[in-house]
């Protein structure tokens, strides 16, 4: 079946820095992708669409500018939370398209823990 | 806009007996459905959908689900629940091009 990995898995970082995650479409093109935020015991909050070779679109409350990304190829979209504030930690977890918007797989996630 | 609910939080089941976690729907149009699940500290995986058809859906590892277009519903189903099925499980809705999903339902099969 289709494999969608996430980079890192976990990653502890302090307050001010910046974090990259990599979403990969391992054996299949995904023209988009996109990332979500779980809180514990708690549903996926969509955070944007992500689209191959044009800007993301962001859902409403998401601060474009805090919350990058870029989709440079058919199999990786990455998003860096910038200048981290222990607000948001969070599980961030990507997504893919296959065949359409009815085929949707999910990667592992990204524990992030900001101090 | 589209949207579905999850009434239970949490639903217990003794292994072996059937289950069932509820979930209603509320759209404009036709609705397209979907069950997944998530362990802890993974991603999703996709059990089912609905997108037209037999009101009764089959899926992975056993499990199905009833669509109910008078009641609006779209219930996971599965006949003998195992302790390994134990896990958090959403219901979304297709919206366009994206999912919106369900608060979740927490699943415990207790041996």
């Known amino acids: 079946g289709a494999v969608v990995s996430q980079h890192p898995s976990w990653v502890i970082c302090k307050s001010g820095t910046s974090v990259k995650i990599e979403c990969r479409s391992l054996?299949?093109?995904?023209?988009?992708m996109f990332w979500y935020r779980q809180f514990p015991k708690q549903s996926l909050m969509l955070m944007a669409t992500?689209?191959?070779?044009?800007?993301?679109?962001?859902e409403q409350g998401v601060e474009k500018d805090k919350f990058l990304i870029n989709h440079a190829s058919l199999t990786l979209s990455t998003l860096t939370v910038t200048s981290a504030h222990p607000e948001d930690s969070s599980f961030y977890i990507c997504?893919?398209?296959?065949?359409?918007?009815?085929?949707?797989?999910f990667g592992p996630g990204t524990r992030l823990t900001v101090l | 806009a589209q949207s579905v609910a999850q009434p239970e939080d949490q639903v217990n089941v003794a292994e072996g007996n059937p289950l069932t976690v509820k979930c209603t729907y509320s759209?404009?149009?036709?609705?397209?459905l979907f069950w997944y699940v998530q362990y802890p500290n993974r991603g999703l995986q996709f059990l089912l959908k609905?997108?037209?058809?037999?009101?009764l859906v089959k899926g992975s590892y056993g499990f199905e689900a009833e669509f109910n277009k008078s009641q609006t519903s779209f219930y996971l189903k599965k006949p003998s629940a195992l302790v390994s099925d134990s896990a958090l499980y959403f219901c979304?809705?297709?919206?366009?091009?994206?999912?919106?999903f369900g608060q979740g339902t927490e699943l415990s099969v207790k041996p």
């Open positions: 997504s893919a398209n296959r065949e359409g918007p009815d085929t949707q797989y």
């Open positions: 054996d299949f093109q995904a023209t988009t």
């Open positions: 992500s689209n191959e070779g044009s800007k993301a679109t962001y």
């Open positions: 759209v404009s149009g036709n609705p397209y």
């Open positions: 609905y997108i037209t058809g037999d009101n």
């Open positions: 979304a809705v297709r919206d366009g091009g994206k999912l919106i």
